[in-house]
């Protein structure tokens, strides 16, 4: 199939090349869109008993827990007890636009004592902003955000808008600094593989069109559902990284094919029969990864799925479609305007299996127990620190140290712990349209006092049949201590005709993560069921897919343990400039999607070359020594693109950002190196023939069903187009 669509995309080459531009110039053109459709949150369970006791609490506040919370700090000599002080204030309140604000709440109106400061200096002003969505109320935001600025007095501005707000202008800043850094470093790179400004431009370019066309599809899936801001953050990280990666190996295999002497034709077909399939195969299996988020009901999911599989998906298709149109186009001026070391390099070709990568399997393969087991046991105690990390929702500390908006809920938390939003939100719901017994409230209130982890409960507010109070934990808000706090709240008896619901951050976090562990098991199967079906079709054993799936889960693991020690456990953290915190679940099931797709995706690329050589009747040793020869300088040129593309967010604003930054460095640096050039050839001698086999039945099913290669009958060992082909790809 893959080869017959080689013969299509030369002939058609020019029809393909318009249409794809043509698609996604103007997709991504009308894609810039959804910069203004994107919201924050969705990191909650929706049919959680936290989010519906929250629910219910915000109607029943009716806006006092506000949109919008303002800390003004009194100017040193005065309190906020001051007439001028507080007339300064309040005239400034009064001025904020109708259209914007529904309601104002300020200490200067109500003189209500939770709203002043213990020490007098500070006092709060709570704002309500109109508007039906998170997006409405943000226009709203923008429009009065300026006027909450009173010269010379102090003004921090907390609450959720605003926290959303920074986080939105910085996610927008990273993307463009992430792409404005990596694409001259990657174009570099590619110049220093290739050789040629020719070939090393052809993926930077298949790259750019496939974050465009994601962009447009992002836009397009924004009209009928919520999408979070970091999707496209993801969309960018993964379509230009992996369509750059995908580039690479098909400019490569096609640059190989033209060396060994052969017609366009015949190299475009060649090409898309081989390195197409394993695009198109790696593609899918990180499609399917990513398509296992769509099962949590969280929509920073659903919107990191959508995000990651419009990335993905576009990469292959420009890959397969425009990028062999092109080939087809340029035939052998593919190497034109080549580097100094490229033509150096063309007057003494070295074959590949002769060269460092296949000295290394050799060297590998001698002493496979002494290269394996060590490697196993560290990548064993890496992650191990894994074991014992926490989980939380994003707080004010995904911000760096010192942003507006991270002073202001630090400043909230410190001085105002009720008014935080950091408390446990208790929701008594009375039967009947009537609202519980006063009395009863009152003992309620006090054996919710007694509860260990609890330092104070208060009232907040009662409307109708609801009543809603807060208790304040101690310590960290997703610490354990907090966490069983919530469980033996829920555990108490409500007052008799009244319902208990229990909501706040911490209560969110864990109805978040029981529905992240209910969905997990089905997700990892999923991923593991597709991943070990497809690669038997694709490679015909039963043991390759197994201990891809074992070799995938290692490197994860590890990667999560070096992040736990750093980003949770605090251990490097300031040399990082992080802030230690709880692990964000949505983004490791994320990151766990994509570094497994993308172990898959090399363990493809170099199965792939080892299977074809197997093929061709080599022994087990011959195949591992010419797959990682044939292999090993792609996948270490395209894992270090991609370290390029997505380590730019290492240095992002945001610590959520920087995480996954971080630890798609961490995994890809490991996957690439130290398991598929060590670990995985160390593996294929001890399996030694056991690695190639599968039972008669499953074997006769491979061969019916299975994803073949596409191509020529095998070239006889030691012919002239067989040799030409391996002293083209040594000077590849």
């Known amino acids: 199939m893959f080869a017959r669509w080689g013969v299509t995309a030369f002939r058609g080459r020019w029809a393909i090349l318009i249409t794809v531009l043509v698609i996604t110039i103007a997709g991504g053109v009308w894609g810039t869109g959804v910069f203004g459709k994107l919201g924050q949150g969705g990191y909650e369970d929706p049919n959680s008993e936290a989010v519906l006791a929250n629910e219910l609490a915000e109607e029943a506040l009716n806006g006092q827990a506000g949109d919008v919370i303002v800390v003004y700090t009194a100017p040193d000599g005065s309190d906020v007890d001051d007439p001028e002080f507080g007339t300064r ?57 300026d006027l909450l600025d009173i010269e010379g007095v102090r003004g921090d501005v907390a609450g959720g808008i605003p926290m959303e707000h920074s986080i939105e202008e910085r996610a927008q800043q990273d993307l463009i600094r992430a792409e404005v850094v990596s694409l001259p470093i990657v174009l570099v790179l590619l110049l220093v593989v290739f050789g ?37 953050n993801v969309a960018s990280l993964l379509g230009l990284g992996l369509a750059i990666d995908y580039g690479l190996f098909v400019v490569g295999r096609f640059r190989e094919e033209i060396a060994a002497g052969r017609s366009t034709a015949d190299s475009v077909r060649r090409t898309i029969g081989t390195a197409g399939r394993t695009v198109a195969f790696s593609a899918t299996l990180l499609i399917i990864a990513l398509a296992g988020l769509m099962l949590f009901p969280q929509e920073f999911l659903k919107s990191l799925a959508y995000g990651g599989m419009s990335a993905v998906g576009f990469a292959a298709v420009v890959s397969l479609t425009l990028l062999p149109a092109m080939l087809a186009l340029l035939g052998p001026k593919v190497d034109a305007l080549p580097m100094p070391w490229r033509r150096r390099a063309a007057r003494g070709p070295q074959r590949p299996e002769r ?37 939380g929702q994003p707080d004010e500390r995904i911000l760096p140290e010192g942003d507006e908006a991270r002073v202001a809920v630090e400043t909230l938390k410190e001085d105002f712990p009720f008014t935080s939003g950091d408390g446990i939100e208790i929701v008594l ?67 008799a005709g009244a319902t208990l619901l229990v909501g706040g951050m911490t209560a969110l976090n864990l109805d978040s993560l029981d529905a992240v562990g209910q969905q997990l098991p089905w997700m990892a199967l999923l991923i593991i069921g597709a991943t070990v079906v497809l690669m038997f079709l694709a490679f015909g054993s039963v043991l390759l897919p197994i201990k891809a799936v074992l070799l995938s889960v290692l ?178």
Do not use: C
């Not at 290394?360 to 560290?378: E, F, K, S, W």
């Not at 992650?383 to 990390?389: C, E, I, N, Q, R």
């Not at 996954?660 to 670990?679: E, K, P, S, W, Y």
């Open 89 to 145: 204030v309040t005239d400034a309140l009064e001025e904020l636009p109708s259209d914007a604000v529904t309601n104002v709440t300020s200490y200067w109106q109500t003189m209500a004592p939770q709203l002043r400061g213990e020490d007098g200096q500070r006092a709060l002003a709570i704002v309500g902003l109109a508007g039906e969505d998170a997006n409405a109320k943000m226009d709203s935001y923008d429009e009065i955000k």
């Open 355 to 391: 060269d460092g990568w296949g000295r290394l399997a050799d060297r590998v393969m001698r002493r496979p127990t002494l290269v394996a087991v060590p490697i196993v046991v560290g990548l064993v105690l890496l992650g191990a620190p894994f074991l014992s990390t926490q989980f």
């Open 196 to 232: 040629g400004v020719v070939a090393a431009a052809l993926p930077v370019i298949v790259g750019g069109l496939a974050v465009f066309g994601a962009l447009g599809l992002l836009h397009l899936i924004s009209l009928f559902t919520d999408v979070n801001v970091f999707a496209v």
């Open 555 to 732: 490197s994860l693991s590890a990667t999560f343990g070096v992040l736990t020690w750093v980003f949770v456990d605090g251990h490097g953290a300031g040399l990082l400039g992080v802030t230690p915190m709880p692990m964000e679940a949505g983004i490791v099931v994320l990151m766990a999607a994509v570094v497994f797709g993308l172990s898959t995706d090399y363990e493809v690329f170099l199965l792939s070359r080892m299977v074809e050589a197997r093929s061709y009747g080599a022994t087990t040793e011959e195949a591992v020594r010419t797959g990682l020869a044939r292999t090993g300088r792609v996948i270490t040129a395209a894992a270090l693109l991609l370290i390029v593309v997505t380590g730019a967010f290492a240095f992002s604003g945001l610590q959520m950002m920087r995480f996954i930054g971080v630890g798609m460095i961490l995994a890809l640096a490991l996957d690439a190196t130290i398991v598929r050039m060590l670990l995985v050839p160390a593996l294929m001698k001890l399996l030694g023939n056991a690695g190639w086999w599968a039972p008669g039945p499953l074997r006769r099913l491979q061969q019916r069903v299975g994803i073949h290669e596409g191509g020529d009958e095998p070239e006889p060992a030691g012919s002239r187009a067989a040799e030409r082909r391996a002293e083209g790809a040594g000077t590849a």
């Open 429 to 495: 719901h009375g039967e009947g349209g009537t609202p519980p017994d006063e009395a009863a409230i009152g003992q309620f209130v006090a054996q919710v006092d007694e509860v260990d982890g609890i330092e104070g409960v208060q009232p907040s507010g009662a409307a109708d049949d609801v009543v809603v109070l807060t208790a304040q934990p101690t310590g960290d808000t997703f610490g354990g201590e907090a966490n069983q706090a919530v469980r033996d709240i829920r555990a108490l008896e409500p007052p």
